[in-house]
């Protein structure tokens, strides 16, 4: 199956998920967010199919790092825009098939993408 995966390639989580992926027999396209960049179309693609409380990683040094004024009242608008302007805000990884879009590694996704 051919895959987009959004990461960062000094991500831990990334790379885990992306050696599981290709070991799986999956292609994969992959998009590093911080280098390759990503689009405000397809960020908002990516926002419109999971939300942005999933897309945002408020557990990130980018996120502890911003002025509290921009992490307050939270909206799409707002988030689309922060991630835009720090792509390392994007909770990693990002994992299209065409159909579905998860966010992150966990059991559950990885049993899901792993079949």
């Known amino acids: ?6 990461h960062l390639k000094n991500c831990d989580t990334c790379k885990k998920a992306i050696k599981a992926l290709n070991e799986a ?3 994969l396209v992959q998009v590093d967010v911080r280098q390759d960049g ?3 179309p397809e960020l ?22 911003l002025e509290e004024s921009r992490k307050t009242e939270m909206t799409a608008h707002k988030a689309l825009a922060l991630m835009g302007e720090y792509p390392t805000l ?13 966010v992150g590694w966990n059991k559950d996704i990885e049993a899901l993408r792993l079949q």
């Open 44 to 65: 908002a693609r990516l926002e419109n199919a999971v939300g942005f409380e999933a897309l945002v990683n408020r557990s990130s040094t980018t996120w502890r790092g």
């Open 1 to 6: 199956m051919n895959l987009t995966v959004y």
């Open 38 to 40: 990503i689009s405000p």
């Open 90 to 102: 994007i909770k990693r990884p990002v994992i299209d098939d065409g159909k579905t879009i998860t």
């Open 25 to 27: 027999g999956h292609t």
